[in-house]
């Protein structure tokens, strides 16, 4: 399935060179496989990078068995999107039952669990040692970061003593990690993220259809930032990491 999503998803993009570019589907329930499409994917049909969506089946994908992607998508020199996905059921029961109507669904998604639940994800990733293993490995996460630059300095003073790494927390997400601007449009989480990460480190993107182009760009245009780094954000960072 993932085979055949990808080439429906390249020959979008094959038809409109000028205005697409793709990340692959991955079959994360079999690394091995996942890896040689991902591979397949870069080398045939000129992919970007994959999008996986959070857990597999509540697993994290520090969890070595998923490794294999993360050798592969270094040594093909692309990122990998992690983009978030529902909780898992037991979490879900624990932290976001018992509230009236759609309220714990949408809290659990969108309202606030995909963000915290997506960078904890990243945190694993960096705690789990897979940049340790893997040092020019990038991996992009939305939201402004989901949550990530306005807590790094705490996760950083707090878990660095307790983490057998090679840097310190902050270290990676400076270096291996890019976010994207999707989905929120207000200036406080942007200005954190450039202070935090550096603009060279940020992503223009809107989420459609969970946000809308047109707010997203009037966001872009009024930041409060110098043209250079919007020019960054826009379009120049994306380039660099896409080989675009």
């Not at 049909?45 to 597999?56: E, F, Y």
């Not at 969108?110 to 694993?124: D, F, K, M, Q, V």
């Not at 449009?185 to 550096?198: D, E, I, R, S, Y």
Request: overall charge negative.
């Amino acid at each position: 399935m993932s085979t055949e999503v990808n080439d429906v998803l390249a020959k979008a993009v094959a038809d409109h060179p000028d205005r697409f570019a793709g990340f692959a589907v991955l079959p994360t329930l079999d690394a091995a496989a996942a890896a040689d499409e991902l591979e397949r994917t870069v080398k045939e049909l000129g992919l970007k990078g994959a999008l996986i969506n959070g857990h597999t089946r509540g697993r994290f994908l520090d969890d070595q068995a998923f490794w294999p992607i993360f050798e592969r998508a270094e040594a093909l020199e692309v990122p990998i999107y992690l983009h978030p996905t529902p909780p898992p059921p037991q979490v879900r029961e624990a932290y976001y039952s018992g509230l009236p109507g759609m309220v714990g669904n949408v809290l659990a998604l969108a309202g606030w669990g995909w963000h915290c639940e997506t960078g904890l994800h990243a945190l694993r990733l960096v705690l789990g040692g897979v940049f340790d293993r893997f040092p020019r490995l990038q991996v992009v996460i939305g939201h402004m970061g989901e949550n990530i630059p306005f807590s790094l300095a705490r996760a950083d003073q707090v878990l660095t003593p307790f983490a057998s790494l090679q840097r310190g927390i902050a270290d990676y997400f400076q270096e291996n990690f890019y976010v994207t601007t999707s989905g929120y449009f207000t200036f406080p989480p942007l200005l954190c993220a450039m202070m935090v990460l550096g603009v060279d480190r940020i992503i223009f993107s809107v989420d459609y259809p969970f946000s809308d182009n047109v707010e997203g760009r009037a966001f872009l245009d009024a930041a409060p930032i110098a043209p250079a780094d919007r020019e960054k954000i826009a379009h120049g960072n994306v380039e660099k990491l896409l080989r675009m």
